[in-house]
Nanobody, 125 residues
Framework: QVQLVESGGGLVQAGGSLRLSCAAS????????MGWFRQAPGKEREFVAA????????YYADSVKGRFTISGDIAANTVYMEMRSLNPEDKAVYYC??????????????????WGQGTQVTVSS
C-alpha cells in the first residue's frame, strides 16, 4: 500500500520561499513517477510539477516554471518541491501524488494512483 505524507507548508510573505517534502512508502522513486498538484479555495485541482526518476526529466506548469523546482532523494524515498518568489496566487493546499507509470510526467491527475493528505501554503501580500 502506497502512503504519501507531505510536510513543509506554512505562511510566507510574498516573494518568499518554502520547501515542501513528500515522504513515500510502498512505492520507490525508482519505480514510480511523482507529481505535485494544488487546489486553491473555490478552484479545481491543478497540476504543478512532476518528475520521473526513470529519466530525470521534470515537467512544470507554466504558472510555476522558473520559480518552482521538483527534485527527489531516492535513498530517502522523498520528493521535494522548492518554491521561490511566491505570490498570493500560489496560495493553495498542495498535494503529492504517485503514479505507477514509471516514466509519466504529465498533468493528468487520473494517471496518479495515490495521493497525500495535502499541506497548506498561504502567501500574504
Amino acid at each position: 500500500q502506497v502512503q504519501l505524507v507531505e510536510s513543509g507548508g506554512g505562511l510566507v510573505q510574498a516573494g518568499g520561499s518554502l520547501r515542501l517534502s513528500c515522504a513515500a512508502s510502498g512505492c520507490t522513486l525508482s519505480s514510480c513517477s511523482m507529481g505535485w498538484f494544488r487546489q486553491a479555495p473555490g478552484k479545481e485541482r491543478e497540476f504543478v510539477a512532476a518528475i520521473s526518476f526513470g529519466d530525470s526529466s521534470p515537467y512544470y506548469a507554466d504558472s510555476v516554471k522558473g520559480r518552482f523546482t521538483i527534485s527527489g532523494d531516492i535513498a530517502a524515498n522523498t520528493v521535494y518541491m522548492e518554491m521561490r518568489s511566491l505570490n498570493p496566487e500560489d496560495k493553495a493546499v498542495y498535494y503529492c501524488a504517485a503514479s505507477r507509470y514509471r516514466y509519466y510526467t504529465g498533468s493528468s491527475d487520473s494517471a496518479y494512483d495515490n495521493w497525500g493528505q495535502g499541506t497548506q501554503v498561504t502567501v500574504s501580500s
